[in-house]
């Protein structure tokens, strides 16, 4: 890939994710004017069949600022990382990332609990972040795959049971699904076909008589 390319890349990335960005931001203020009243709203409520579309608008909301300023650093990273590649990929992994958190948070927490915020999609790009190289075989993305694993090793902490109101479920299939989303959405190489073998035909052998 040329530098010109490389860099048109990193624009559409970091467009994207600034759009997102931008999004959740306003979405967060109108969300603490109502006082929150969107994250109960609109955020997943677990075992209830009726909230089952809000898998789709729950990582839109938060219950407070600590709460969104907490996501919105990892996420323009780690998202950022993931729409490199491509946008329209990007998109795909993005979709998959939020059906299996929320759903993942939907089916495995306490009835009656409502979950909002990003981290679920958070973890998503982070587990897809981290595979993605070694599924695509590219060496630059499996360092940064190890690089993030590493300087972010201690994020694993939280999706696994016992932080008090963390949804460690949404973070935990989140995280799960990226690693999905990186072998699903593999960059699939055309396999090399052997030339069909050749065969040699020999004249025919001259004869004599006696």
């Not at 073998?197 to 006696?210: E, N, R, V």
Request: hydrophobic share 50%; proline share 6%; with cysteine.
């Amino acid at each position: 890939m040329s530098a010109e390319a490389v860099l048109a890349e990193a624009r559409r990335a970091f467009w994207v994710m600034v759009t997102a960005l931008g999004l959740i931001w306003a979405i967060q203020v109108v969300n603490a004017l109502l006082g929150y009243h969107l994250s109960y709203e609109f955020g997943i409520d677990a075992w209830n069949p009726l909230s089952l579309p809000e898998v789709f608008t729950a990582p839109f909301l938060h219950y407070g600022w600590d709460h969104i300023e907490g996501n919105s650093g990892p996420l323009f990273i780690f998202g950022f990382l993931a729409a490199f590649r491509g946008v329209r990929k990007f998109v795909s992994v993005t979709v998959l990332i939020i059906v299996g958190s929320g759903l993942g948070a939907w089916l495995t927490s306490a009835p009656g609990t409502v979950t909002a915020g990003a981290s679920g999609v958070v973890f998503g790009y982070f587990g897809y972040i981290i595979v993605r190289g070694l599924f695509d075989r590219h060496g630059i993305d499996i360092v940064i795959g190890v690089v993030m694993a590493l300087c972010f090793a201690y994020q694993f902490s939280v999706i696994v049971p016992g932080t008090p109101g963390v949804s460690w479920q949404g973070h935990l299939f989140g995280f799960l699904s990226g690693i999905l989303g990186g072998w699903l959405f593999r960059e699939r190489r055309p396999k090399k076909v052997d030339p069909a073998p050749t065969t040699l035909t020999l004249p025919d052998a001259p004869t004599t008589s006696l």
